[in-house]
């Protein structure tokens, strides 16, 4: 249209690097020509509308580093236990966003100054606090490249910084957490954060484990600020020990759930064998990005050799190219990698025992002898067919930034002081064993 300023527009100019939303002009020239609507409405299943403001908030929706996490599982491979948990990364952030907002709303009701460049800069933060994710989210982290998904998330912040002319500083410091206000670090990232809030009332709705809902809106208007650091008044107290109560629960019905735990280290067999493989000279019908991880070494040191070329490649990755590359691996001369592909795509899943002590080595064994018989795979290749391994949990953690309870008279103290319920402050260790389920012996 003639006269329109987003005609023709480029999703990134060469010179500046501005990212133009596919469909939208930029903040800049809306605001310029006084067509800005106020904000943009999303219709979230678990909370209903939500508002984004047109702006930098938008905008960053909009960009590609973010549009990547509708690609990527909120709950990696939990879908094979409960079918609807399909949600993504994107509608993650967008809820903890939502969150954020109303928790800011709290505390300014409350007497507690929050600039306005400060409740955005949180939101941004908030917004971009997953954007390091790789893969399959948590599955992947340390098989693709070896760096953790909060450091990816500040040097990608870092990244969109540059490209928006610095209007992510404040919300990079509120992110490090070495901004004055910590209650404001405290609601991206503590026990009491609008990350926490989101994923538990999110993957409940999603798994329909109900286990896991909590009064998360309570909990938010319960909220206060004492002494800089972030509070909860209280009455709310009961609010707190069922969301810790749900989170225990959740994360040994769902995150923690014997058959996911078996997909997802079946899915790291798989992706470390393909690995083995492209070492010795094999190659595959796979996408460039995962190309890349596949064929080079994942050490730290190299990615500190080259950041921008890692970042390049890894924010071109999601979990497609390892659905695509499962099915291409399915049908590979090596049998090994077949079976394990195979046996993930076609939901054909690893038998997973649980216990609270250490498996047996003579036990151990014994299975391998039935797995090697059964399968006739190799004594190499059964390290890849039966693993064993730990995993911990625990209700409430004492060891940093205890939840602290506002009393009515002043007082603050840290929740393990302030509850007559006993909570299970003690880290709770169960041991596993994986491996193919046997046919022929009827287990």
Same mark, same amino acid.
């Given at each position: 249209?003639?006269?329109?300023?987003?005609?023709?527009?480029?999703?990134?100019?060469?010179?500046?690097?501005?990212?133009?939303?596919?469909?939208?002009?930029?903040?800049?020239?809306?605001?310029?020509?006084?067509?800005?609507?106020?904000?943009?409405?999303?219709?979230?299943?678990?909370?209903?509308?939500?508002?984004?403001?047109?702006?930098?908030?938008?905008?960053?929706?909009?960009?590609?580093?973010?549009?990547?996490?509708?690609?990527?599982?909120?709950?990696?491979?939990?879908?094979?236990?409960?079918?609807?948990?399909?949600?993504?990364?994107?509608?993650?952030?967008?809820?903890?966003?939502?969150?954020?907002?109303?928790?800011?709303?709290? +505390?300014?009701?409350?007497?507690?100054?929050? &600039?306005?460049?400060?409740?955005? %800069?949180? =939101?941004? *933060?908030?917004? #971009?606090?997953?954007?390091?994710?790789?893969?399959?989210?948590?599955?992947?982290?340390?098989?693709?490249?070896?760096?953790?998904?909060?450091?990816?998330?500040?040097?990608?912040?870092?990244?969109?910084?540059?490209?928006?002319?610095?209007?992510?500083?404040?919300?990079?410091?509120?992110?490090?957490?070495?901004?004055?206000?910590?209650?404001?670090?405290?609601?991206?990232?503590?026990?009491?954060?609008?990350?926490?809030?989101?994923?538990?009332?999110?993957?409940?709705?999603?798994?329909?484990?109900?286990?896991?809902?909590?009064?998360?809106?309570?909990?938010?208007?319960?909220?206060?600020?004492?002494?800089?650091?972030?509070?909860?008044?209280?009455?709310?107290?009961?609010?707190?020990?069922?969301?810790?109560?749900?989170?225990?629960?959740?994360?040994?019905?769902?995150? +923690?759930?014997?058959?996911?735990?078996?997909? &997802?280290?079946?899915?790291?067999? %798989?992706? =470390?064998? *393909?690995?083995? #493989?492209?070492?010795?000279?094999?190659?595959?019908?796979?996408?460039?990005?995962?190309?890349?991880?596949?064929?080079?070494?994942?050490?730290?040191?190299?990615?500190?050799?080259?950041?921008?070329?890692?970042?390049?490649?890894?924010?071109?990755?999601?979990?497609?190219?390892?659905?695509?590359?499962?099915?291409?691996?399915?049908?590979?001369?090596?049998?090994?990698?077949?079976?394990?592909?195979?046996?993930?795509?076609?939901?054909?899943?690893?038998?997973?025992?649980?216990?609270?002590?250490?498996?047996?080595?003579?036990?151990?064994?014994?299975?391998?002898?039935?797995?090697?018989?059964?399968?006739?795979?190799?004594?190499?290749?059964?390290?890849?067919?039966?693993?064993?391994?730990?995993?911990?949990?625990?209700?409430?953690?004492?060891?940093?930034?205890?939840?602290?309870?506002?009393?009515?008279?002043?007082?603050?103290?840290?929740?393990?002081?302030?509850?007559?319920?006993?909570?299970?402050?003690?880290?709770?260790?169960?041991?596993?064993?994986?491996?193919?389920?046997?046919?022929?012996?009827?287990?």
């Amino acid at each position: 249209m003639e006269g329109d300023p987003c005609a023709g527009a480029e999703k990134r100019t060469q010179e500046s690097g501005e990212y133009y939303p596919n469909g939208f002009c930029s903040f800049a020239a809306t605001q310029k020509h006084g067509r800005m609507s106020k904000n943009k409405i999303f219709n979230d299943p678990v909370y209903g509308f939500v508002n984004i403001p047109y702006g930098i908030l938008f905008d960053l929706v909009e960009h590609p580093y973010f549009q990547r996490l509708r690609r990527i599982k909120q709950v990696s491979l939990t879908h094979y236990v409960y079918p609807g948990a399909l949600h993504t990364r994107f509608h993650h952030a967008l809820g903890a966003m939502h969150l954020m907002g109303q928790a800011i709303e709290t +505390l300014r009701s409350k007497g507690v100054t929050i &600039e306005a460049e400060e409740a955005e %800069a949180a =939101r941004i *933060a908030i917004l #971009l606090h997953d954007i390091g994710h790789g893969p399959f989210s948590h599955t992947l982290e340390h098989s693709l490249l070896n760096v953790h998904h909060e450091e990816l998330s500040l040097l990608l912040m870092e990244k969109l910084n540059e490209a928006f002319g610095g209007a992510l500083d404040l919300a990079i410091r509120i992110f490090r957490g070495d901004y004055p206000k910590k209650f404001l670090h405290q609601l991206i990232s503590g026990q009491l954060d609008m990350d926490r809030m989101d994923y538990l009332n999110r993957d409940s709705f999603f798994t329909g484990v109900y286990e896991g809902v909590i009064g998360y809106d309570r909990i938010i208007k319960m909220l206060a600020v004492s002494g800089g650091e972030l509070v909860v008044e209280e009455k709310g107290i009961y609010s707190i020990e069922k969301f810790l109560m749900a989170r225990r629960l959740m994360y040994w019905q769902v995150y +923690l759930h014997k058959t996911v735990l078996a997909a &997802e280290q079946m899915l790291i067999r %798989a992706v =470390r064998r *393909a690995r083995q #493989l492209v070492a010795a000279g094999q190659t595959f019908h796979i996408s460039k990005p995962l190309a890349f991880f596949l064929h080079n070494e994942f050490s730290r040191e190299a990615f500190e050799a080259d950041k921008d070329r890692w970042l390049e490649y890894f924010t071109r990755l999601d979990d497609y190219d390892i659905v695509s590359a499962l099915k291409e691996f399915s049908g590979a001369a090596d049998r090994l990698l077949s079976f394990l592909s195979a046996s993930i795509v076609d939901r054909r899943l690893f038998r997973l025992e649980l216990k609270n002590h250490p498996f047996a080595e003579e036990y151990r064994e014994e299975v391998c002898r039935r797995i090697g018989k059964e399968f006739g795979f190799s004594e190499a290749e059964l390290e890849f067919l039966v693993f064993g391994g730990e995993e911990t949990n625990s209700e409430y953690s004492t060891s940093k930034d205890e939840i602290k309870i506002l009393f009515k008279d002043g007082r603050v103290l840290p929740m393990s002081e302030s509850s007559d319920y006993g909570m299970q402050s003690k880290i709770v260790t169960k041991y596993y064993l994986c491996y193919p389920k046997i046919r022929r012996s009827g287990r």
